[in-house]
C-alpha cells in the first residue's frame, strides 16, 4: 500500500520561493511525480523523479525554476520552487506510479490529498 502525503503549501508573493513535501509512509514506488490543477483547469504534469532520485525531469513551464528531489531514507519526495509566478497557483499533488518518465496523470496509480499553493502578484 502506497500512502502520500504532501505538505508545505501557502500563499506567497511572485517572486518567492516554497518548497513542497510528499512522504510515502507504504510501500515504495519507481516512479514519483508532481502536478498540479489551477481552479477550472485540467490536473497537468510539473516534475517527475525515478525512486532513486536519479533521472529527474520537468514541464517546460517549470524549467529551470523547480527541482525536484528524493530522499530515499525518508521515503519522501520533494519540489523545491523558486522565482514563482501568478500562474503557478494552483493545488500542488504528488504520485506514485511504476512508469519511468510519465507524464499523465493514467501513468500514476496513487495520490496525495494535494496542498494548495497561491501566488499573488
Known amino acids: 500500500q502506497v500512502q502520500l502525503v504532501e505538505s508545505g503549501g501557502g500563499l506567497v508573493q511572485a517572486g518567492d520561493s516554497l518548497g513542497l513535501s510528499c512522504v510515502n509512509s507504504?510501500?515504495?514506488?519507481?516512479?514519483y511525480a508532481w502536478f498540479r490543477q489551477a481552479t477550472g483547469k485540467e490536473r497537468e504534469f510539473v516534475a517527475g523523479?525515478?525512486?532513486?532520485?536519479?533521472?529527474?525531469y520537468y514541464a517546460a513551464s517549470v524549467k529551470g525554476r523547480f527541482t525536484i528531489s528524493r530522499d530515499n531514507a525518508k521515503n519522501t519526495v520533494y519540489l523545491q520552487m523558486n522565482s514563482l509566478k501568478p500562474e503557478d497557483t494552483a493545488v500542488y499533488y504528488c504520485?506514485?506510479?511504476?512508469?519511468?518518465?510519465?507524464?499523465?496523470?493514467?501513468?500514476?496509480?496513487?495520490w496525495g490529498q494535494g496542498t494548495q499553493v497561491t501566488v499573488s502578484s
Open positions: 504520485a506514485a506510479g511504476s512508469r519511468i518518465y510519465g507524464d499523465r496523470s493514467n501513468d500514476y496509480n496513487y
Open positions: 523523479i525515478k525512486w532513486t532520485g536519479e533521472m529527474p
Open positions: 507504504g510501500r515504495d514506488s519507481s516512479a
